[in-house]
């Protein structure tokens, strides 16, 4: 079946810091990957998307590169702040055609000023 | 993308009551889900809520604990029948775009005592 691994959390760093967020899938054929992002008290937001091998999705600083051949999605910032602080759900969407997304567990994430 | 309101947006029940959940979109959108969100977890998929007809639930969710309506193109409620503490959870609904991408309300958390 589809399935969405992630980097067990919590993770703690300092402004400014080096940010990598792993995350593996399993899936048959070619699914669409996502990074969510939900803020303290909201919903998820949408933070990039890949919907093809080899695709760099990209937003506000954070960039996560579709890897079909390590079947991973890892997400990165070069630099984080603490207005990052957030809960970063990984998850895939089967099929282009296809609705269902299927989430990663989460990584509650907390920068320190 | 859609701006996706819930009301309420918290709410505190007694076991073997009942709640609604409504969901309002700002647009006709085709496509409308139902996921919950248990503490500590991530998303799971309750139902997709068709207009014009049935709900489709996944596995482990049935109708009679978590009837679903979907009268118009712009609005969906999701109702929890005869709460346990188990039910305790962020609610959320989320609508799909002409391009399946999917955008999250604010949630509803529900606490059961």
């Known amino acids: 079946g589809n399935s969405v691994t992630q980097m067990e959390g919590p993770v703690t760093l300092s402004e400014e810091a080096f940010l990598t967020i792993n995350c593996t899938y399993t899936?048959?054929?070619?699914?669409?990957l996502f990074w969510y992002v939900q803020y303290p008290g909201e919903g998820l937001q949408l933070l990039l998307k890949a919907t093809k091998a080899d695709d760099k999705g990209s937003n506000k600083g954070f960039e996560a590169t579709y890897r079909k051949e390590t079947t991973s999605f890892h997400l990165e910032k070069g630099s984080v702040q603490v207005s990052d602080s957030a809960v970063y759900f990984c998850a895939l969407r089967r099929s282009p055609g296809a609705q269902k997304l299927v989430f990663g567990q989460g990584t509650r994430l907390t920068i320190n000023p | 993308s859609a701006v996706i309101s819930q009301k309420p947006s918290r709410d505190i029940c007694q076991r073997g009551t009942s709640l609604t959940i409504q969901c309002q979109v700002d647009?006709?959108?085709?496509?409308m889900f139902w996921y919950r969100q248990q503490p500590g977890q991530s998303l799971t998929l309750i139902a997709t809520?068709?207009?014009?007809?049935?709900?489709?639930?996944e596995s482990g969710f049935v109708i009679d604990k978590f009837p679903i309506s979907r009268p118009n193109l712009t609005f969906s409620t999701l109702t929890v029948s005869n709460m346990s503490p188990e039910d305790s959870s962020i609610y959320l609904c989320?609508?799909?775009?002409?391009?399946?991408?999917?955008?999250f309300g604010p949630g509803t958390r529900l606490t059961v005592t």
């Open positions: 647009s006709q959108v085709t496509m």
């Open positions: 899936a048959t054929g070619y699914p669409s």
């Open positions: 809520a068709n207009q014009g007809s049935e709900a489709t639930y």
């Open positions: 989320s609508v799909g775009d002409r391009a399946y991408e999917q955008y």
